[in-house]
């Protein structure tokens, strides 16, 4: 007897079928599964044997071969044991009609238990897609699957359950699709931040061009906590970039229960410990790393200059295409990662380098030996570098109810509109994205305003690298005042935050 049943399996982060066909011979008994299998999907032969048992089901007494098809795509995972024994079931003489149209994911206990896999989502996407009517999953993932509209999506916490169900006494029903919290907490509000009216400034400005952005400032100054605040100011996520972030975590399987889809933009802060593959991704089945966790959200890197040299440099490729790729023997998957990434540092190994009270004890050669542990191709990608100044005492004891973060977004969606509009024919979608070819065209500028420039760079020694960083920034602070041309201002605010350029910081203490 012959019978076959559909699955899905991973492709970077795109789901395609896999039909898994059992055939029975009369021949000596045995179990063999073919089709470019890995080790842990060998290993379902054992899973699937002891499951029936334990559900009451004799295993047949003849040679069983099942075959993972399409054959030249590795099947990685223990994903395939539920829909292994279903087609041995199937083969058997049971189930078959009940199992048409339908799909089956799950690994198995010994005990017959379904256990969570990653990737749900991907794939009950791709079976609507396919045109199945239903999709049988982990109990662990069906919230996530009932994302996903226009199929029934089963949440199967065992095999005889599921057995029950396909026999008609019920136990199962569709999941429904789960109520998506718009307004969700985030991880805090700016009106938390007392004072700091230039740190906030800047980070609106961040936000409103998609510029990444470094943070600088002594220890307990409030650089964490102003990052962390970061995505409660961008534009919220469309349903399109909710379903691509969500379908990144539900691969590296991220995703809780309580939140099956990602409305949130993700903040991500790894550990400046974090290994590069930890940050692009990688392992023997490879899974996204911290850059795409972070897609269409913030990547945090606190401490910058403790991260290692080739951390920091696996993030230039990925910061500069919006996708990361990574090659394994098995070959090469790329995920997306659209991101903002927001740094923090102390200006020196002391912390306090232009405190306003407290005295730096560094020698100048530490505080250049410092700032040059980070990659400069690095920092270069980083606009606008913004100096956070210690909150002082009569701020942070106010009672004055300070601005909450929907109102600066509010002014952050209406310059990204401008930028938006006049983009629409140049393929790009924010101030940051602007290459030096484009610049002159996005980027008018009054003649007081080019004038001013010219004296920033005679007068404050700006490096030849800072001209399109300020540039980009000006348009951005202009988009924010609704002004089409960048005026004198708006080069001087620009300008400001480039504090890492200005020679005195190399070349000596001021
Ligand atoms: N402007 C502020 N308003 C309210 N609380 C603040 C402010 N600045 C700092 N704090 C308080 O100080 C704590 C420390 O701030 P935070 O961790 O952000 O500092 P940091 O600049 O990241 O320091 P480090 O360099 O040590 O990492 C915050 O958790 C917060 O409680
Ligand atoms: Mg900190
Ligand atoms: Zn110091």
């Known amino acids: 007897m012959f019978s076959q049943i559909n699955s899905f399996g991973l492709n970077g982060l795109d789901a395609c079928l896999v039909t898994v066909e059992v055939d029975m011979a009369r021949q000596l008994p045995g179990f063999e599964i073919v089709g470019l299998p890995d080790a842990a999907v060998k290993e379902s032969r054992d899973r699937v044997r002891s499951s029936m048992r334990y559900c009451g089901l004799e295993f047949p007494q003849c040679k069983v071969v099942a075959n993972l098809a399409p054959a030249d795509m590795k099947k990685i995972g223990a994903i395939y044991d539920l829909p292994i024994l279903m087609a041995v079931l199937g083969a058997m003489g049971?189930?078959?009609?009940?199992?048409?149209?339908?799909?089956?994911?799950?690994?198995?206990?010994?005990?017959?238990?379904?256990?969570?896999?990653?990737?749900?989502?991907?794939?009950?996407?791709?079976?609507?897609?396919?045109g199945l009517k239903r999709i049988f999953v982990p109990v662990d993932n069906v919230a996530e699957g009932a994302v996903v509209k226009g199929i029934e999506v089963y949440g199967v916490p065992d095999v005889s359950t599921l057995l029950q169900f396909l026999d008609g006494k019920g136990g199962l029903s569709p999941e429904p699709s789960p109520k998506v919290r718009e307004n969700g907490v985030f991880y805090g509000d700016f009106c938390e931040v007392k004072g700091q009216q230039a740190a906030k400034r800047a980070l609106e400005i961040a936000a409103a061009g998609g510029h990444n952005a470094l943070l600088i400032g002594s220890p307990g100054a409030g650089k964490s906590m102003l990052a962390k605040r970061m995505p409660s100011i961008l534009p919220p996520m469309t349903f399109q970039e909710s379903i691509e972030t969500t379908k990144i975590h539900s691969v590296a399987g991220q995703l809780s229960k309580d939140t099956p889809l990602c409305v949130h933009r993700p903040f991500r802060a790894p550990h400046h410990t974090v290994s590069p593959a930890g940050l692009s991704g990688g392992g023997s089945v490879p899974r996204p790393g911290e850059i795409s966790l972070a897609h269409n959200g913030v990547l945090f890197l606190d401490e910058l200059p403790e991260f290692s040299r080739p951390a920091m440099e696996i993030l230039r490729q990925p910061m500069e295409d919006g996708r990361v790729t990574i090659s394994r023997v098995s070959g090469t998957v790329s995920y997306p990662c659209s991101i903002m990434v927001v740094a923090a540092m102390n200006p020196c190994p002391c912390g306090y380098f232009g405190h306003p009270t407290r005295p730096c004890t560094c020698s100048q050669q530490q505080v250049?030996?410092?700032?040059?542990?980070?990659?400069?191709?690095?920092?270069?990608?980083?606009?606008?570098?913004i100096d956070v100044a210690p909150v002082e005492f009569e701020q942070l004891s106010s009672s004055q109810p300070e601005e909450t973060s929907s109102a600066i977004r509010a002014r952050v969606e209406r310059a990204r509109a401008i930028q938006t509009a006049r983009y629409e024919k140049m393929g790009i979608t924010c101030n940051a994205r602007l290459t030096p070819s484009m610049l002159q065209e996005a980027c008018p500028m009054t003649d007081d305003a080019v004038a001013l420039l010219k004296k920033a760079f005679d007068k404050m020694g700006l490096s030849a690298r800072a001209y399109d960083r300020i540039v980009k920034v000006a348009r951005t602070i202009a988009d924010l005042d609704g002004e089409e041309r960048i005026g004198k201002t708006h080069i001087g605010q620009a300008v400001q935050y480039r504090s890492l350029d200005r020679k005195y910081w190399l070349n000596g203490k001021n």
């Open 368 to 385: 250049s030996r410092y700032l040059s542990r980070v990659s400069g191709p690095l920092l270069d990608r980083l606009d606008l570098h």
């Open 94 to 130: 049971h189930f078959a009609q009940e199992c048409a149209h339908s799909a089956f994911v799950g690994e198995l206990s010994l005990k017959g238990d379904v256990r969570p896999v990653s990737g749900v989502l991907p794939m009950v996407m791709q079976a609507k897609a396919e």
